[in-house]
């Protein structure tokens, strides 16, 4: 048997398995990502110059010793980036398509030098209608400082492959959270 989270290939060789198939979703199931990851001065820069957000809020410590944090705020682009992404391997490592986000809030600011974790708890899981062999799964993921203060929560909605194939899952349906404009 091979370890947990590995696919044997042959003997002595494995690979590792990124990500769950629609059946190995369980609604209110909590998923801890980790490692977590600490935001640098770096990131924040070059993410703002990337998306072209070039407010003084972000890149001017002089111009933010005036205000009431006294340094630069972490852009929200780059917490969502950091935080969406240690999200990715396990709940959508398999995923096929990110249907969508909702419900995106910054309750608590992000400063250069914080480190950030992430949880994602299930929140609904469906067949496609219009996609055989593929089920809807939605998420809330939250992003909490080190010191468990919460900076980010959001809802998101991704397809992801069935290993069953296109007929009616045997699985009893629960209640889903249809991303924004669903079509699938």
């Known amino acids: 048997m091979p370890p947990t989270g590995y696919e044997r290939l042959a003997e002595q060789r494995y690979r590792e398995v990124v990500g769950f198939c629609y059946e190995e979703f369980t609604v209110g199931d909590v998923i801890e990502h980790r490692p977590g990851r600490t935001v640098t001065e770096m990131d924040n820069v070059l993410m703002s110059m990337l998306s072209m957000n070039a407010s003084p809020l972000h890149i001017d410590a002089a111009h933010c010793a005036t205000l009431p944090w006294g340094r630069p705020l972490v852009s929200s682009l ?9 999200t990715a391997r396990s709940t959508s490592g398999r995923a096929l398509a990110n249907l969508g986000w909702d419900h995106i ?3 608590a600011p992000v400063f250069p030098g914080d480190t950030l974790y992430a949880q994602s708890e299930i929140l609904a899981k469906r067949r496609s209608r219009s996609r055989p062999g593929e089920g809807i799964v939605s998420c809330r993921t939250t992003g909490t400082k080190s010191t468990g203060e919460v900076v980010l929560v959001f809802e998101r909605s991704f397809l992801v492959p069935c290993r069953t194939g296109g007929g ?12 924004p404009g669903e079509a699938v």
């Open 78 to 86: 780059v917490t969502l980036s950091i935080v969406g992404g240690m």
């Open 105 to 107: 809030r910054l309750p």
């Open 168 to 179: 009616e899952s045997a699985e009893p349906a629960s209640p889903a959270v249809p991303p």
